[in-house]
């Protein structure tokens, strides 16, 4: 809020209170809405961004104009293209949404105490969710149904460059909330271009329970030290893969392969490779040329620059780095050990694999990685809330507290107690 | 950290970054250390407590009469002194701790997915717990025991008053680790009575996973209000009683006094009694005279005090007052929808109880109210880790996120989801 004159700042504040106060009133509502009705809502929505198609094109076209004008980079205006194809993406995940099981309301491990109460825990909504993206304007409609989803009421702050698709999308939103008789508070996406609703956003905890920022790491960390409500975050996916001695070469080659060329962008895309020293001249000649042919710069230690001839050095600042690109770290080390040291010291604890056929290595590695995907035998790129079975995801939490990993419906939720008695009372 | 020249406060910050480096150093072995050898650990901390009670008393008493010189509050006192039967009380704890299950490395929900890949999670510890508590010299055994056994490394910060008391406690512990051939760093008790201590550990997130503050709730609001690590915390526990006009008038009475005269001190005993005026007539009276009888003062609506007379008003205030003290609000309401109504405006969402015969309300009010427990036709003061087979507690978290009512070791422990495949790639 620097930069501001008290007016507008003021002015901005009392907005944001009002938007804050009819989230968590929009919140009691949503939070005991059956799930029929939710569902409904879901489908409408589908149906309301379908018939809209021109509509939403033309605002996104208004939103595209705007960004070549003011010289937005390319990936940027490429993130913020609506087509017909995306629009039927966007519908067809919300259909998706719609057809799975409602987490809300399930009770689980409710069970007779000696002193004869019943003990369990109710899967409850947790209330407000405000999301803070940046071109992407597919995360308004996907981020509203998850959060309809699991009952909480969502408010939406987007990208200024993406304001005139995100109101068109909204407009589909209300259209939906509206024929399922939800009230229109339920989703509520920040009009204002003004910056100052985000920190006013990001503090107002009486009103909102946690934020989920989706974006760059910089937009992440700036609102994560700023913030005063929980956020659920995605920071660095530096991700590994050892090959151990005892790993089926096969499955090795495969799987390294896999996690580093099937996506570079993607936060669970390998970014630096481990070879046990007892393997490492049958597996890297082979995948060295691989990668080679597939266009990936490969950067090693002195072993594997004498395997590997003609590669660049990986310099320390190497192990660290979450590339995001076709570039990919190569170490070999002696064993196991040096692999959990190597990732407990350099990783970002998010997605990390050991391909080995020793049991008891497998078993070790399983317990004491701690990320929060820890893989044996199969590809860092599996880390994803679909191929875990959780549906859509919001994003991938690397929080340790509440959800970490891949955060579907249910990381949008939280457990309260339910105790069934018959007059018990405490003695 | 503000009166505080420079140097100190350098000084308290490079002391604390060795404390939290030592700390995460620490959490990597006992995070993975055997049952056995963690319950090893606890059960010789018992002993080395019980060996040592001449030790602890006369520690105490040195505290005891600092206190007394320096005119602490006979409350404050009274929390502060160790006796022979605490004594056995915290050693019996710690017993009762090491027969507990782990909750670390538990796999659950472990299936197929498509793609042929197994996905699960595992109960994995959070890492680095930072306690910060008031003068209770229990708390130290009691909240590293807890940690420890959840395979975490703690960080206890006790008030100033109780610094002989915890540093005799602190030595017991050493003893218990070094039997168990745990690190000594697992369990540290910090040394100074330097406030900027607390300062430094609430921020350095880098080696500290959550905050645990125990204490007032000035304290604990101070301490959510400036920390960068996650907190888990008890503010408010304003619980209320609802009689519904469909309640069973033997079992209203038992819970609704029991929940306010079982003990006026805790946070799950009831503050504001909600009755139908349906039913108000035959169990006001009736409960007004019991509670008299026990020497709580009364504080009624209009409607209340035409049924108890003589009784004080309940001004607007009062529906938000957590008394802590046998004092109670009334007020006679028209049913269960404005019992909802009262609970979501004035109550802190800790713990709520319906006392009703009639199906569909109970399950109403199970699921719509938004409380850490909601119980039906029993007592509030049921809301504890003890009596809901958690083992003993932490405390009980009013947070959303994360761990939400009664915090036993699972709630100090994470998830991460862990992935069996045989060379699976993605496709």
């Not at 990936?75 to 993406?89: F, G, H, N, Y």
């Not at 910089?218 to 975050?233: M, N």
């Not at 996690?259 to 936060?267: H, I, L």
């Not at 046990?276 to 072993?303: F, H, K, S, T, W």
């Amino acid at each position: 809020m620097n930069n501001m004159n008290q007016d507008t700042t003021s002015a901005v504040d009392d907005y944001m209170i009002t938007v804050g106060q009819r989230a968590r009133a929009a919140s009691r509502i949503v939070g005991r809405a059956e799930t029929r009705v939710k569902d409904a809502a879901l489908l409408a929505i589908a149906g309301a961004l379908e018939a809209s198609e021109g509509r939403l094109l033309a605002e996104n076209r208004r939103d595209l104009e705007a960004g070549r004008a003011s010289g937005l980079e390319p990936a940027l205006l490429d993130r913020l293209e609506i087509t017909p194809k995306s629009v039927k993406a966007i519908a067809g995940g919300l259909r998706e949404i719609a057809a799975q099981t409602d987490p809300v309301g399930e009770i689980t491990g409710l069970k007779y105490r000696p002193s004869g109460i019943q003990v369990g825990q109710m899967r409850v909504p947790l209330g407000v969710i405000g999301i803070i993206y940046e071109s992407r304007p597919n995360v308004t409609a996907d981020a509203a149904a998850l959060c309809l989803k699991a009952g909480n009421a969502a408010i939406l702050r987007g990208g200024s460059e993406a304001l005139h698709s995100n109101r068109a999308i909204a407009a589909c939103i209300q259209q939906g909330l509206a024929v399922a008789n939800l009230p229109a508070d339920t989703v509520q996406v920040i009009d204002t271009v003004d910056r100052a609703a985000v920190g006013a956003l990001i503090r107002m905890a009486e009103y909102v329970d946690v934020i989920v920022p989706r974006g760059g790491k910089s937009l992440i960390e700036r609102i994560s030290r700023e913030a005063r409500v929980p956020v659920i975050k995605h920071l660095d996916g530096n991700c590994h893969v050892y090959i151990d001695d005892h790993a089926d070469l096969e499955k090795a080659v495969a799987v390294a392969y896999n996690a580093k060329t099937q996506r570079y962008g993607t936060c669970n895309t390998l970014e630096t490779l481990l070879v046990a020293e007892g393997i490492a001249d049958q597996v890297l000649p082979r995948l060295g040329q691989m990668y080679q042919e597939a266009g990936v710069e490969l950067r090693g230690c002195p072993r594997t620059r004498e395997l590997l001839l003609d590669i660049k050095v990986a310099a320390e600042d190497d192990w660290y780095e979450e590339y995001l690109a076709p570039i990919l770290a190569i170490r070999v080390i002696k064993d196991m050990d040096e692999a959990i040291e190597h990732i407990t010291r350099y990783g970002s604890a998010h997605t990390d694999a050991i391909v080995t056929e020793n049991y008891s290595r497998a078993r070790r590695f399983l317990r004491e990685v701690d990320s929060s995907s820890v893989i044996v035998n199969a590809s860092t790129r599996f880390a994803d809330g679909g191929e875990y079975g959780l549906g859509a995801e919001i994003g991938i939490s690397t929080n340790k507290l509440h959800a970490r990993g891949p955060v579907g419906t249910e990381g949008l939720t939280t457990q309260k107690f339910v105790v069934l008695g018959d007059g018990h009372i405490r003695r």
